[in-house]
């Protein structure tokens, strides 16, 4: 083991963290869908990685993935973090799979996003909202910025649009 990166396993309706000590676990420990099991990719199917890595140490993680055949992408949410993922697997695939099972254009959607991670599923959607306190890189390329989570962001920018009364 050549790094002590935090990380946190990723399901459809679950994550599991690696450890009990941690940034992760002081977020997650009061989620419902959350526990601590090192193991939990040996009984789940886990569908991204969440690591803890500095922008200065992801050249290492970079090295670690050309191991398994170019498999595996990494997306940065944030200055902190990247999610590891298959290569095909992304925000904006999963957008593109509803929309084509609901029979919907996905330039007929509208997505709400803070981090790094979003930028390729706001390429994808007709309108593209950063919350207020998404990442300079995000909100450059919004469509509409609105407020925060705390305040109700989501619900603001959907009355603004004309989405909801």
């Known amino acids: 083991r050549v790094h002590d990166w935090e990380?946190?396993?990723?399901?459809?309706?679950?994550?599991?963290?690696?450890?009990?000590r941690g940034s992760s676990h002081k977020i997650l420990k009061n989620y419902p869908c959350?526990?601590?099991?090192?193991?939990y990719y040996r009984t789940h199917d886990v569908e991204q990685l969440v690591v803890l890595t500095p922008v200065a140490q992801e050249s290492?993680?970079?090295?670690?993935?050309?191991?398994?055949?170019?498999?595996?992408?990494?997306?940065?949410s944030h200055a902190g973090a990247v999610d590891l993922l298959h290569t095909e697997g992304s925000k904006a695939r999963g957008i593109h799979e509803a929309c084509a099972v609901l029979g919907i254009d996905p330039k007929d959607t509208l997505a709400f996003g803070d981090g790094l991670n979003d930028v390729e599923m706001f390429a994808a959607v007709g309108a593209g909202i950063a919350m207020g306190d998404a990442c300079p890189e995000l909100k450059a390329v919004a469509r509409h910025i609105t407020g925060t989570l705390e305040e109700d962001g989501v619900a603001v920018a959907l009355r603004e649009l004309g989405v909801l009364d």
Do not use: N
Request: aromatic share 10%.
């Open 60 to 76: 290492a993680l970079q090295t670690i993935l050309a191991e398994h055949g170019g498999r595996y992408k990494t997306v940065r």
């Open 34 to 39: 959350y526990t601590v099991d090192p193991d």
């Open 7 to 20: 990380y946190t396993y990723v399901s459809a309706t679950h994550m599991a963290a690696g450890r009990s």
